[in-house]
């Protein structure tokens, strides 16, 4: 147990008469101010960049939307970004007429029971939009956004949260505000109509989401009253079908309120700089009441609610227990019993599941909202095993927790991971700025999130025993997805709705005197890799080292030139390593001497690296290094265990035939190298059960006599050599001289298409570029920011704005990762299957000729070189962007190179390479989707059609 820390809040006043909550021994130094109104502004400082992670943060989610209007809220947020009546207008004052005349058309849409009339009255409204667009400006927050080189700009919604994000150079926080402030202070809902067809498409994509599915029907039993079972965030298809302007406006009114929000700003900033300026554009929201609601109280569970889902991937289960909420008192304890039974190594169902491999997989974790919250357990079985005996596996474990068979030290060492989990994300400015918002939405106090270790340090192995006893009964609800049709599935269909036309070179006046306003620089700062790096050897074997100057963490990592394409049994033994122990420890005594002494490691195989990497606080790192050298050198062969291994690979295999992503996966690969490709050349059954495990336990022994490097990231260099000197192998000079060589095919406009169960049809088209050129890289970073990606870009505004073809669209140009290989073009569609033919013919045609709009351009440049500009390579990345420097050839910097060349690129330079480099390509087609309701005499027309069962994609599992 250790010393509690004397966390107490402070109130005190900045130097500008701002009164803030501040917690003696916080270690982030977090400041929470409150404006006159309520709003929460929680600020803190991170100058690893010159850059601000910003959170707007809405108390408010999917469990307030109206039970009439559900998805509500979330379709909301998507017209938070279609601007206000200064931003996206050119003329408010006859764009207002329109926009309330087409919502009172919806209001006539929603009631009218007759489907004749009602499609009359779309059609009114579509001819309305019609006449509104030509006052609208799409994306013009976006493009304002661009202006001051923001990034990540997005949102989410939750049943409890809405949340606005972006992240944006700390030069550019009055003019952000400027915006934000805009944006939130009125709702206009233009271009309605077409975000709605939007909405739709990620309705659809829910369909095929399996996660989704599961989810639903779990939350559904869970809470069969409370708006968290009986509300999704996405909404009913009816609802989506027959919204209402009105009802977004009046939930906008009630919850977009100010002592309803947070604002949250991490990065290099000023304290009392920023609290005036968001004082001066918030500060005049008019404080308002909340609407009052009663909290749906729901029945305890009393016996097992058992419910199941059917659709064409593998087969899982989950199982719940309902909790409490974010504020209870047994949320710690919850907690601890989710850690006890699944922490990645040491809890119980790790070790007598995972490790035994009892299952094809299992876990659990919680998720904790503001009324409720859940404990789920899941699992897979393996080949043989139905659900009931993954369901009663998981119990057991439980059952293990209520009868304290734990060891008394884990649970110290899980106070103890937690903490250094924390020290870790709270390193960046979005992982604590993440924490800030979750403390604001669960109404929890900054002092109670610190104090939370110290609540964890009084937990005792007899109060979990005694809390599982009493909590953990047939009192849950599971949910078995089996493997079947999903006769439930439910498409919206899209109304016929006419393309509106993007005023692409007209802007608002708020945009126009937004761009006038003086600019700050900062000044990029480029990285001298000889002087950001130490680099050493050890003997025969290169050490980097980068100080870790932040905290008490270290990192560290041996990278090894080669992977499977070299020596595909790398794969198989190194996996094998993973369910097998040493002659001193069986698995689960080495995974809980890892976890005691809070160390982490693992071991990645790509197909041309392998990283075997150990992290955790830098004083235990020696001890690490020791132990998982030990299990390097004298891995202790297992025979069940190797039997049961290849019989996991074989089910994952027979998994990934069935599961939608692996399938789309194997179809991009086969479209790209025919059926030469790495999913195809893999380790035959027959093969894997004549493997003798004693020469993958050689292969494991004799890994650190091949070439390899060492990069160590932490505070002490010199403990760490020492390690390493003591233990591990520096001596390697063995390589590998030959590896698989996978050829491109010619792309030749081919459509290979691959039928699946799915409400969407998914496409990604690849064309083979030429072999690496560093001039090209310059105007690959902008052609990304002006063509192919982003909300403001050519593509995203024609295929999903304008025209409402697809939910996900995006084009870019790949500059290749080696110098020695290939760039490569390509495009990406997630559509509805009617929307298809379109959405290919209006890609195809951007594809082959650019438009060309200047002001876009030059706004799409100044984007790039902002960005680039306030980003900074630091801790890892420094050596991550070397080692990705030096594939390509490269001894410097490759941003210094960019940020020159992209402010003499004009639009005519990007216009020649893109008529060199991407117009009148052909492209190898990957195409996924139900085949009945796919249109194939107009995708016909695009290419020569060859049609691949799953058969075709793999190799044959027995």
Known sequence: MTDAQPYNTEIKTDINGYKYETVIQDPSQTRIYTLKNGLKVYLAQNIDEPKIQTFIAVRTGSANDPSDQTGLAHYLEHMMFKGTSKIGTLNWEEESKLLSQISDLYEAHKVESDPDKKIQIYSKIDALSQEASQYAVANE??????????????????????????????????????????????????????????????????????????????MDALFPNHPYGQQTTLGTSEHLKNPSMKA????????????????????????????????????NFKYRELPVFNKI??????????????????????????????????????????????????????????????????????????????????????????????EKLLLDQIEEVKKGNFPDW?????????????????DTASGLATQMYTSFIQKKSWESILKEFDELDKITKPSIVEFANKFYKDNYVVVYKETGTNDHLIRVESPRITPITINRKAHSIFYKEFIQIPEKEIEPQFVDYKDSIHFDKINATPFSFIKNKNNALGRLYYIFDFGLDHNQELGLALGYLNVIGTNQYKKSELEQEFYKMGVKYSLQVQNEKIVLSLH??????????????????????????YHDYVQTILKARKDAQRNKQYIFNALMQ????????????????????????????????????????????????????????????????????????????????TIYFTPYDMVQTEVLAQS???????????????????????????????????????????????????QHK?????????????????????????????????????????????????????????????????????????????????????????????????????????????????????????????????????????
């Not at 493997?691 to 494991?700: A, V, Y």
Request: proline share 3%.
């Open 768 to 818: 083979k570029g030429e072999i690496f050129d560093v001039s090209k890289i310059s105007f690959a970073y902008i052609f990304s920011e002006y063509f192919g990606s982003g909300l403001s870009s050519i593509v995203f505004q024609e295929i999903r704005e304008s025209k409402s073809l697809a939910y996900s669209a995006y084009a870019f140009y790949s500059i290749a990762a080696d």
């Open 822 to 958: 290939h760039d490569a073009v390509s495009l990406y569609l997630g559509t509805q299957a009617e929307k298809l033919p379109l959405a290919m013919e209006t890609m195809y045609k951007l594809m082959n000729d650019m438009p060309e709009i200047e002001e876009q351009f030059e706004n799409a440049k100044k984007s790039a070189l902002k960005q680039i500009a306030s980003q900074r390579i630091t801790k890892t990345n420094l050596f991550w962007s070397y080692l990705s420097a030096k594939k390509k050839g490269l001894d410097d910097d490759i941003r210094k190179k960019v940020y020159s060349e992209v402010q003499t690129i004009a639009l005519n330079d990007l216009k020649n390479f893109f008529n060199k480099n991407i117009k009148n390509k052909k492209y190898n087609v990957a195409l996924m989707g139900n085949s009945d309701i796919i249109d194939w005499k107009e995708i016909k027309k695009f290419g020569n059609v060859v049609e691949l069962s799953t058969s075709d994609l793999f190799s044959p599992t027995n």
């Open 141 to 218: 927050y976006d493009q304002l956004l661009s202006q001051i080189g923001a990034s990540g700009t997005n949102a989410h919604t939750w049943l409890d949260e809405t949340i606005y994000k972006n992240v944006i150079p700390s030069n550019e926080l009055e003019r952000w505000l400027l915006v934000e402030k805009e944006r939130f202070s009125t709702l206009v809902l233009r271009l309605f109509h077409t975000e709605l067809e939007t909405v739709y498409e990620e309705f659809n994509r829910a369909q095929d989401n399996d996660a989704r599915l599961v989810n639903y029907q779990l």
């Open 670 to 749: 086969y479209a790209k190298y025919g059926q030469n490709n790495r999913i195809k050349n893999i380790i035959k059954e027959e093969e894997l059960f004549n493997k003798n495990p004693e020469d993958l336990i050689q292969i494991i022994k004799g890994l650190t006599s091949y070439k390899h490097e060492i990069f160590h990231f932490g505070p002490n260099e010199e403990l760490i050599k020492k390690a390493i000197i003591e233990n591990h192998n520096t001596l390697g000079k063995n390589i590998y001289t030959q590896s698989l060589n996978y050829e491109e095919l010619v792309s030749d406009g």
């Open 616 to 641: 955790g606080l830098e004083e235990n790192l020696p001890q690490g290094i020791r132990l998982v050298e030990h299990l390097l050198k004298d891995p202790k062969v297992d025979d069940k265990a």
């Open 297 to 390: 109280i729901e029945k305890p569970l009393t016996s097992v609610v058992k419910r199941t889902v059917k659709s064409p991937s593998s087969e899982k289960l989950q199982l719940a227990f309902r909790t409490q909420g974010a504020n209870s008192e047994d949320l710690l304890k919850v907690k601890m019993v989710d850690m006890i039974l699944n922490n990645s190594g040491a809890g119980l169902i790790d070790i007598n599941i995972n490790q035994k491999q009892k299952a094809q997989g299992a876990g659990s974790y919680t998720s904790f909202f503001n009324d409720y919250g859940m404990h789920i357990l899941f699992g897979a079985p393996r080949e043989g095993q139905d659900l009931k005996q993954i």
């Open 410 to 426: 884990l649970i110290p060492a899980i106070v103890s991971n937690f903490k250094t989990q924390r020290i870790q994300n709270w």
């Open 248 to 283: 977004i406006h009046s939930y906008f009114e009630n919850y977009y309120v100010p002592n309803n929000m947070a604002m949250v700003l991490v990065g290099d900033l000023d304290f009392e700089n920023a609290i005036q300026w968001i004082d001066q554009n918030f500060g």
